[in-house]
């Protein structure tokens, strides 16, 4: 079936510090690929996303590329801040097969990040 | 606008005792779902609802049951609560489009005891 594995947590970084978060999957078919954050005692919120090889999905200063040859969406930042601290959900959506998104997210098991001053 | 909206917030319950969680969205989308959070296990769907009229089960669905009222709103049902249901719930919403995001709730967090 189809899964989502993310590196394992919980990340401690200091402010500044570069962040890497890798996540994998396995589909079927063609996902599209989504990185979701949910900050302290919040619902989840979409950060970024890609819905074919190659793309990059960006925001806030995080990014991510769609690599289908390694079956890979690693979340990046450059810069983390204090206000990064938060829970990051790597999970893909597939396309039916006439290209209509069933909608059904499946859900890596989430890394815990917290950034230090 | 208020999104997607779910209550009650937290709620304690006694195993055997049957509650409704609540959730209604206000931007007009068609797929509607269900999701328990629990601890090193990310979100994992228990029903959704492709459309108004439809519902399905999701990876894990064995002690609920859901109902579509109507466009805006997909309730989830435990029937007799047991402790394993203790979890965090969130209800999510989005158009039938390529590539569309999720909308989530706020979560409700149940406890039984």
């Known amino acids: 079936g189809d899964s989502v594995t993310q590196m394992e947590g919980p990340v401690t970084l200091s402010e500044e510090a570069f962040l890497t978060i890798n996540c994998t999957y396995t589909a079927t078919g063609y996902p599209s690929l989504f990185w979701y954050v949910q900050y302290p005692g919040e619902g989840l919120q979409l950060l970024l996303k890609a819905t074919k090889a190659d793309d990059k999905g960006s925001n806030k200063g995080f990014e991510a590329t769609y690599r289908k040859e390694t079956t890979s969406f690693h979340l990046e930042k450059g810069s983390v801040q204090v206000s990064d601290s938060a829970v990051y959900f790597c999970?893909?959506?597939?396309?039916?097969?006439?290209?209509?998104?069933?909608?059904?997210?499946?859900f890596g098991q989430g890394t815990i990040l917290t950034v230090h001053p | 606008n208020a999104g997607v909206t779910q209550t009650p917030k937290f709620q304690v319950l006694k195993t055997g005792q049957s509650m409704t969680l609540q959730c209604a969205q206000d931007?007009?989308?068609?797929?509607m779902y269900w999701y328990r959070q629990d601890p090193g296990m990310g979100l994992r769907l228990i029903y959704y609802?492709?459309?108004?009229?439809?519902?399905d089960k999701g990876e894990v669905p064995n002690g609920y049951n859901v109902s579509r009222l109507n466009k805006r709103e997909f309730s989830l049902r435990l029937e007799s609560a047991a402790p394993s249901q203790t979890s965090v719930y969130f209800c999510?919403?989005?158009?039938?489009?390529?590539?569309?995001?999720?909308?989530f709730g706020p979560g409700t967090r149940l406890l039984v005891l």
């Open positions: 609802s492709a459309s108004e009229g439809t519902t």
């Open positions: 999510a919403s989005n158009r039938k489009v390529r590539g569309e995001t999720q909308y």
């Open positions: 999970a893909l959506r597939l396309l039916s097969a006439g290209g209509t998104s069933y909608g059904k997210l499946t």
């Open positions: 931007m007009n989308h068609n797929s």
